[in-house]
């Protein structure tokens, strides 16, 4: 199932278009929907991260965080502009 479910997630395929060497498509539909609503899924993801972290010998959980200073000033420019029309911004062809 597992396999099955990775396979979706890595080709970004249909459900229904799963090769025959899978479980039929309702089957691991079902598992994926029942593993995420136990939080199996994210269980599973947050395992595999740590392994392949500790593999490459870094430590398992990440000690820093990034965050996109461009998408905030972007965001707060839009907004100063929108705010110096005469017109609503929806209005603008």
Known sequence: MLDAILYVV????QWRMLPGEFAQW????YYFRRWREEGRILCILSI???????????HGEPS???IDCQSVLLREWAE??????????????
């Not at 890595?10 to 395929?13: C, D």
């Open 26 to 29: 309702q089957t691991v539909y």
């Open 48 to 58: 595999t991260s740590r392994s392949v972290r500790r593999r490459t010998g870094r």
């Open 80 to 93: 100063s502009a929108a705010s110096t029309l005469s017109e609503p911004v929806w209005r603008i062809r």
């Open 10 to 13: 890595k080709t970004e395929t």
């Open 64 to 66: 820093a965080l990034i």
